[in-house]
């Protein structure tokens, strides 16, 4: 499904990255009991937001059963841990149709002169609010993590759909990701691969 749309903007990748990233916060807002206050509450909201997208996402990637599976969770309290397991048992469901094309991101597999490039990025542009983040800021309520933790935490497919979803551009480019997938590809390697620098 390498395809014509641009980056990031495919009806295909923003289901399935959408997808990624809601099966990855209900996970964390499940088994993180130390998750702080703030930051519980900041899931909770970005959890309702993808709720409110995915079922349009869904109908965008020709899936209308699949966004009305999800569309009645837009009114369910996810106050209770059986909810949260409900709604994810149905997430993985729709994930096992929407599935991300990770050849898109990863083949051919990243050069060195990727790698050093995807590091430069980082430093760059990334470290001033990530670096040595840990879990981010106990009082935030989405806080900036730290990306090579992320990377070695997380599946490989969600890490990749936080990435096409997570970077934001500027206004000039109507916040897009200015990532191509290629180097949000080896950004993912070099972050699982590297120590973080100091
Ligand atoms: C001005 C500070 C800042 C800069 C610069 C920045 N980020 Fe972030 N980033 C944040 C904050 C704050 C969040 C948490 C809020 C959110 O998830 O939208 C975040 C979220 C993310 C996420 C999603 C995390 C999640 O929980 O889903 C990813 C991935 C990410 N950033 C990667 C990057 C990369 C890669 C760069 C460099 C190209 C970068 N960021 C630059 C502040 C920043």
Request: charged residues 20%; proline residues 10%.
């Amino acid at each position: 499904m390498a395809g014509a749309a641009p980056r990031g903007q495919g009806p295909s990748l923003r289901a399935t990255a959408e997808l990624l990233l809601l099966r990855g916060d209900l996970r964390r807002l499940d088994s993180t009991p130390a998750l702080p206050p703030a930051n519980r509450e900041g899931l909770r909201q970005r959890i309702a937001s993808e709720l409110g997208l995915l079922p349009w996402l869904l109908r965008q990637d020709g899936d209308p059963a699949g966004a009305g599976r999800l569309r009645p969770w837009q009114h369910r309290p996810l106050s209770d841990p059986a909810a949260l397991k409900a709604l994810a048992a149905t997430v993985d469901a729709l994930l096992a149709r929407h599935k991300l094309d990770r050849a898109a991101f990863l083949d051919p597999p990243p050069t060195v002169a990727d790698l050093q490039q995807a590091r430069a990025i980082y430093a760059t542009y990334c470290a001033a609010c990530h670096q040595g983040m840990g879990n981010g800021q106990p009082g935030a309520m989405l806080p900036a993590r730290d990306l090579f933790l992320m990377a070695r935490r997380e599946p490989a497919d969600e890490f990749l759909a936080r990435m096409v979803q997570g970077v934001k551009g500027t206004a000039a480019i109507r916040f897009a990701n200015p990532l191509t997938a290629r180097q949000i590809g080896a950004m993912a390697i070099m972050f699982r691969r590297a120590p973080p620098s100091r």
